[in-house]
């Protein structure tokens, strides 16, 4: 069996709407990993040791765990306690708290480095703690970071293939469908690679803009 | 908590942790082998090897694993290529994990004092030698670290051929959440041996570094 390319334009617009779902998926899954991964740093840097190991816990299992297997985790688990909700949602949740984990990581490396002096500044200005958190801290650790959270949601980007494993339908398993009724695997997951490439090229491309902007603003 | 089911099916999870085991060694000795190519092709004298090098590391880089790893073992045939799962899962991973190794790799190289290679070339070196005998051997004691951090990531993308039925760790979990629906009990069994081969591996980078360190 040899290629064949022409049978891509009939199926290309379920494989194009595919890649749209991806970018949602992306986008949602990379708002869930931004605010979940400052919370969690926070927490595991500041909260109530009660509140704080049992995050510490989580982290450590979620950074020791392939992504797939808190995907089956996640959207088994939900079921089996009695939330029945849509692959779609189980996959941003399950791809943002995989990342939320690692984003925090940096976070709290990045929170650390805040010199001390800021806080005790707003301290004296009459912030509480957590005021001087929220709006000296964390904002300046937030900068400082973002280059390397950034690559994190490229890495987020390419990982979003794996939701289609837990059946929800973006780029990979529009393909899948498309292998279904035409037997060409070959074209199009190549088309695919494609897609997910061009899309890569595109996040690159604004976060080496972004970077130069925080470059220049410091 | 299922104790009880927990200890019925641990002995199937052990066997298919020793499948995660063999897959993760092979891949890296073929990422590794990849990843050496990949930096000598993109340091290269030659514009074609270091544009190839360069494309490589881009491609495979900018592309989702699992997708090169279904063109490979569903693709494949269309182009005369037939591997069993597993072959397919070592060889789609190991090309994989190359292009995030060449770009350690040659960080690592690009990173030492320029004034090295130069010395070494000044004392009549050829450029070959000064590589082999100055600036490689200070590479390869900058390189462990990140290198290690590569492993890492690619005990854990080693659950990626579960997506073409290669029996491993994951694949053993998923098969059991189905059957037994037990999600959070098996990812804790799952979970625990993969941190336990992880765990094992960081403590040979960490002795390895520190034995490259005292050298």
Redesign the interface.
């Given at each position: 069996m040899g290629l064949d390319f022409s049978v891509i334009p009939k199926y290309l617009d379920i494989v194009l709407l595919g890649a749209l779902w991806t970018i949602a998926i992306t986008l949602g899954a990379a708002i869930v990993s931004f605010f979940g991964g400052i919370l969690l740093a926070v927490i595991a840097l500041y909260a109530h040791p009660v509140v704080r190991w049992p995050f510490r816990v989580f982290s450590f299992l979620f950074l020791g765990t392939p992504l797939l297997l808190q995907l089956f985790l996640i959207y088994f688990g939900l079921v089996q306690i009695g939330i029945d909700v849509p692959a779609f949602v189980a996959g941003v949740i399950g791809l943002g708290l995989h990342f939320a984990v690692y984003n925090s990581e940096l976070f709290q490396a990045s929170i650390l480095a805040v010199d001390k002096g800021q806080i005790e500044a707003a301290r004296t200005l009459g912030l509480s703690r957590m005021q001087a958190l929220r709006k000296v801290v964390v904002p300046q650790a937030v900068r400082d970071v973002i280059p390397p959270i950034g690559n994190n949601m490229i890495a987020l980007l390419k990982d979003s293939a794996l939701v289609s494993v837990i059946g929800v339908s973006e780029l990979t398993l529009s393909a899948q469908r498309a292998i279904g009724s035409t037997y060409r695997p070959f074209e199009f997951y190549v088309l695919v690679a494609a897609i997910y490439y061009i899309i890569n090229l595109g996040m690159e491309a604004v976060l080496r803009r972004v970077e130069r902007r925080i470059q220049a603003s410091k | 908590m299922d104790y009880a089911l927990m200890q019925r099916v641990f002995p199937f999870f052990l066997e298919a942790a020793w499948i995660t085991i063999l897959l993760s060694v092979l891949t890296a000795i073929l990422g590794l082998t990849c990843a050496m190519l990949g930096t000598a092709a993109r340091l290269s004298r030659f514009r074609v090897l270091r544009f190839l090098g360069a494309a490589y590391v881009s491609?495979f880089r900018?592309?989702?694993?699992?997708?090169?790893l279904?063109?490979l073992y569903?693709?494949?045939?269309?182009?005369g290529i037939q591997l069993d799962a597993f072959e397919a899962g070592v060889i789609g991973l190991g090309i994989n994990v190359g292009a995030y190794m060449t770009e350690t790799m040659r960080g690592a190289i690009i990173s030492v004092d320029k004034g090295q290679g130069e010395a070494a070339r000044t004392l009549g070196m050829s450029k070959w030698q000064a590589m082999r005998n100055v600036i490689l051997p200070q590479a390869m004691r900058l390189m462990i670290r990140p290198l290690g951090v590569n492993l890492n990531t690619l005990i854990?993308?080693?659950?990626?051929v579960?997506?073409i039925s290669v029996v491993e760790?994951?694949y053993t979990?998923?098969r059991y959440?189905?059957s037994t629906?037990?999600?959070?009990e098996m990812?804790l069994i799952?979970?625990l041996l993969?941190?336990i081969i992880?765990?094992v591996v960081g403590l040979g980078v960490t002795w390895a570094d520190r034995k490259a360190r005292l050298n």
């Open positions: - | 491609v900018g592309t989702p694993a699992l997708i090169q279904f063109i569903f693709g494949g045939p269309q182009i854990k993308s080693t659950a990626l579960a997506a760790l994951t979990a998923q959440i189905g629906y037990k999600p959070f990812f799952a979970g993969y941190m992880i765990y």
